[in-house]
């Protein structure tokens, strides 16, 4: 809700952090494109980064996966370049990108290490003596590796999107500024935001433009 009263630093910090998810969504290529970044509270959330698909995706496959945890780590990424801090906010970013490495180790069989190999964590069925409930079909040996590759593919995630953040640092930060004045860019907007020589006005023409539409 507007009405929801945000500090600057607060406003500042989720501008960076949705101009993160933003530019690595675009520099990784073949991702769905960004339609509008906003900083206006919605909920729990301080702000959003919606890309809309242009096709349907029939199936998933590892690089795609990947480079959503990238996108995913891409807020965290934003803050500790431009804050040298890390917000709460990263919390459910970071949840969602565990459970993506998870699913792709131990459901997928997207391990090199692991490979090809469902590592269920549930029983279907019961035998004497067994409690009903979760159990593992694997060794804690196992165990471990799973958490190793789930930690591998989070940080390279990560380390992708720092890479890329501090190339585009300046587009960031031109980003961050237009939203703290506007809270709102869309797809357009954002685009325009990569061409060399870019102002602010020439962001304000298109809003002027759409609203004589």
Do not use: W
Request: charged share 30%; hydrophobic share 35%; with cysteine.
């Amino acid at each position: 809700k507007k009405s929801k009263i945000i500090s600057p630093d607060d406003k500042l910090k989720t501008a960076y952090h949705e101009a993160g998810h933003a530019i690595v969504t675009r520099q990784l290529g073949n991702q769905d494109p960004v339609h509008q970044i906003s900083i206006i509270p919605s909920g729990r959330a301080l702000g959003y980064t919606l890309s809309l698909p242009e096709k349907e995706k029939v199936s998933v496959y590892k690089k795609g996966l990947l480079d959503e945890i990238c996108i995913l780590l891409g807020g965290r990424a934003a803050e500790k370049i431009m804050c040298d801090d890390i917000s709460g906010g990263a919390s459910n970013d970071m949840e969602r990108a565990t459970h993506i490495a998870r699913q792709m180790i131990t459901k997928l069989g997207m391990s090199d290490v692991l490979g090809p190999i469902v590592y269920s964590e549930q029983n279907n069925e019961v035998f004497l003596g067994r409690d009903l409930g979760t159990t593992k079909n694997y060794s804690e040996k196992v165990a471990e590796q799973i958490d190793a590759e789930g930690y591998k593919f989070v940080t390279q995630g990560y380390d992708r999107a720092l890479k890329i953040l501090e190339e585009n640092k300046d587009i960031m930060i031109f980003i961050a500024n237009y939203l703290i004045k506007h809270e709102v860019m869309d797809s357009e907007q954002f685009e325009l935001c990569f061409t060399e020589g870019v102002t602010e006005e020439m962001l304000d023409e298109v809003t002027a433009r759409k609203k004589k539409v």
